[in-house]
């Protein structure tokens, strides 16, 4: 299987920060990586895919880059509603497997 | 818009199985494939398999394999997910979540999601 790495595990930051959170794989997996944000009692949201697309509706200050194993999620100004947990999901191979999640709280 | 309601919370004993349905709205259900992803306390999300929900076809995840089954009500715009064999360590939130591929194939990219259902085993 390929592990998803990210990191950190954990991060604390002030609204309009500029946010960077990373995830390895543990095999080179092209640009077959997604980012989705997740929220107690809500449904999760695809934010990126294919490594630095972004989903349709979701902000600007979203971005993706990367390819092979290193990839990075940046939120270029965070805001309030950010306030969540983030994962990266590799789709290149069965069993397509997620990262431990990143969780982003207000300092 | 698209949405998918799945179904509330369960308290299973070990041994039973439990059913989850994920009703799907806004869309043509017949033309994506859904996927069910679950996650345990304090654990990783886990990729469970995949519905054709035109067609019927599934793919499970291996380490489900036997204890796994999706099925789909056309009439319904419905899936299903039924876990048999529980133990402690399916306790977990459990999600579907559709592709985005609207010709029926699997990019295993999850555009929408459900809301979750919490399946709780216990005895």
């Known amino acids: 299987d390929i592990q998803m790495t990210q990191s950190p595990s954990s991060l604390s930051a002030s609204v309009g920060d500029r946010v960077m959170i990373t995830c390895r794989a543990s095999q080179s997996i092209s640009t077959y990586v997604n980012w989705y944000q997740l929220k107690p009692g809500k449904a999760p949201k695809l934010l990126i895919y294919a490594a630095s697309t972004l989903q349709s509706g979701v902000p600007s200050r979203f971005s993706g880059s990367g390819s092979g194993t290193d990839f990075t999620l940046t939120i270029s100004s965070l805001q309030p509603e950010d306030f969540a947990v983030y994962c990266c999901q590799q789709s290149h191979s069965s069993p397509r497997t997620f990262g431990q999640g990143t969780k982003v709280d207000i300092k | 818009q698209v949405q998918l309601v799945q179904s509330g919370t369960e308290v299973k004993r070990p041994g039973a199985s439990v059913k989850v349905s994920c009703k799907a709205s806004?869309?043509?259900?017949?033309?994506?494939?859904i996927h069910w992803v679950r996650q345990a306390p304090g654990q990783r999300l886990e990729w469970m398999g995949w519905?054709?929900?035109?067609?019927?076809?599934?793919e499970y995840s291996q380490r489900l394999q036997g204890r796994v089954t999706f099925t789909r009500d056309t009439s319904a715009s419905t899936a299903y997910m039924e876990l048999s064999s529980l133990r402690s360590e399916d306790t977990a939130v459990y999600y579907c979540?559709?592709?985005?591929?609207?010709?029926?194939?699997?990019?295993?990219?999850?555009?929408?999601w459900g809301q979750g259902t919490l399946v709780t085993v216990s005895s």
């Open positions: 979540a559709r592709d985005v591929d609207p010709n029926g194939g699997t990019y295993f990219i999850f555009d929408y």
């Open positions: 806004g869309y043509t259900f017949t033309s994506y494939v």
């Open positions: 519905i054709n929900a035109g067609l019927g076809y599934t």
